[in-house]
């Protein structure tokens, strides 16, 4: 296994373990951990400390905005891309990037292969 890490945090499951079996088909040695609430994203982001997390703004028990505001407070040396429905995409500071949902696959991959400097 890589030392290398991906969070995915997002309220909808089919999305989540949709975009987990993507990484694990194409990027085999990445380890992959998933959460479907800002609660447990939240801890798996602190006791983890991936190397990129995917966050929804939106999830049912705390916006996505804290759970970023805490990882930075931390100073855990993460990139993070936001995962959004929306086509009008406000800036948000301390983010790395905006992946569109539904996500698209190739660009998953390609996002992550940037984001991590994998070849």
Same mark, same amino acid.
């Given at each position: 296994? $890589?030392? #290398? $890490? +991906? /969070? /995915?945090?997002?309220?909808?499951?089919? %999305? +989540? =373990?949709?975009?987990?079996?993507?990484?694990? *088909?194409? %990027?085999?040695?990445?380890?992959?951990?998933?959460?479907?609430?800002?609660?447990?994203?939240?801890? %798996?982001?602190?006791? @983890?400390?991936? @190397? #990129?997390?995917? /966050?929804? *703004?939106?999830?049912?028990?705390?916006?996505?905005?804290? &759970?970023?505001?805490?990882?930075? $407070?931390?100073? &855990?040396?993460?990139?993070?891309? /936001?995962?959004?429905?929306?086509? =009008?995409?406000?800036? +948000?500071?301390?983010?790395?990037?905006?992946?569109?949902?539904?996500?698209?696959?190739?660009?998953?991959?390609?996002?992550?292969?940037?984001?991590?400097?994998?070849?």
């Amino acid at each position: 296994m $890589s030392d #290398l $890490s +991906v /969070l /995915l945090i997002d309220d909808n499951q089919t %999305l +989540v =373990d949709g975009m987990e079996t993507m990484i694990e *088909l194409h %990027l085999e040695d990445l380890n992959v951990y998933t959460a479907y609430t800002g609660a447990e994203g939240l801890k %798996l982001a602190i006791a @983890h400390q991936p @190397h #990129l997390i995917f /966050l929804d *703004l939106n999830l049912p028990d705390m916006r996505g905005e804290e &759970i970023l505001r805490e990882v930075r $407070s931390r100073r &855990i040396p993460t990139r993070i891309i /936001l995962l959004t429905g929306s086509d =009008d995409i406000a800036a +948000v500071p301390g983010v790395n990037g905006y992946l569109k949902k539904p996500v698209k696959p190739g660009y998953l991959i390609e996002t992550i292969r940037d984001m991590l400097g994998i070849e």
